[in-house]
T-cell receptor, first 112, second 113 residues
Framework: GENVEQHPSTLSVQEGDSAVIKCTYS??????FPWYKQELGKRPQLIID?????GEKKDQRIAVTLNKTAKHFSLHITETQPEDSAVYFC???????????FGAGTQVVVTP | ETGVTQSPTHLIKTRGQQVTLRCSSQ?????VSWYQQALGQGPQFIFQ???????GRGNFPPRFSGLQFPNYSSELNVNALELDDSALYLC????????????FGQGTRLTVV
């Protein structure tokens, strides 16, 4: 089955700096790569996603890049703010049915 | 908010008991997936339901079972609860096809004592 590895497990950044989280996957048939943000005690919230026919996608301060050849994708957060502090999960979908395989998560702490 | 609702929000059960968790999917979505999220870990796929049929299952024993109803809402049943079943149970609704973003409910926190 699909194997998703996520790094780093924790990330501390100063407010205003950038944060980068990387994920690798094993199944070349994977076609959809969402990122979720989960604040303590709350549901995972979809923040950005990318499909296999696109290399990069941006939404304000958040961007995701996908390298299909190397089988990795990354989340980039620029101009970080304290409210960006949360756990971020990458996920991979291999079929068209919406079943997701998640990474282990990255705890991001943005210090003022 | 996503429109995906789960009940109850918290539950405490004793080892060996049975539990039923419920999920109402977002309007327009016909697929419900269930995930188990242990503390400090990513969600793990349990199974998925589409048109009232199980459509794929993760690495969970048969004592984890489910149902989907004609209105696409769903139930997760766990029999013979074990201490390790303590976790946040999340349901996610989506639609089939290319546009299949999954939106999560707020989860049910199950504690087995």
């Amino acid at each position: 089955g699909e194997n998703v590895e996520q790094h780093p497990s924790t990330l501390s950044v100063q407010e205003g700096d950038s944060a980068v989280i990387k994920c690798t996957y094993s199944d070349s048939a994977s076609n959809y790569f969402p990122w979720y943000k989960q604040e303590l005690g709350k549901r995972p919230q979809l923040i950005i996603d990318i499909r296999s026919n696109v290399g990069e996608k941006k939404d304000q301060r958040i961007a995701v890049t996908l390298n299909k050849t190397a089988k990795h994708f990354s989340l980039h957060i620029t101009e970080t703010q304290p409210e960006d502090s949360a756990v971020y999960f990458c996920a991979v979908r291999t079929d068209s049915w919406g079943k997701l395989q998640f990474g282990a998560g990255t705890q991001v702490v943005v210090t003022p | 908010e996503t429109g995906v609702t789960q009940s109850p929000t918290h539950l405490i059960k004793t080892r060996g008991q049975q539990v039923t968790l419920r999920c109402s999917s977002q309007s327009g979505h016909n697929t419900v997936s269930w995930y188990q999220q242990a503390l400090g870990q990513g969600p793990q796929f349990i199974f998925q339901y589409y048109r009232e049929e199980e459509n794929g299952r993760g690495n969970f024993p048969p004592r984890f079972s489910g149902l989907q109803f004609p209105n696409y809402s769903s139930e997760l049943n766990v029999n013979a609860l074990e201490l390790d079943d303590s976790a946040l149970y999340l349901c996610a609704s989506s639609s089939t096809g290319l546009k299949t973003e999954a939106f999560f409910g707020q989860g049910t926190r199950l504690t087995v004592v």
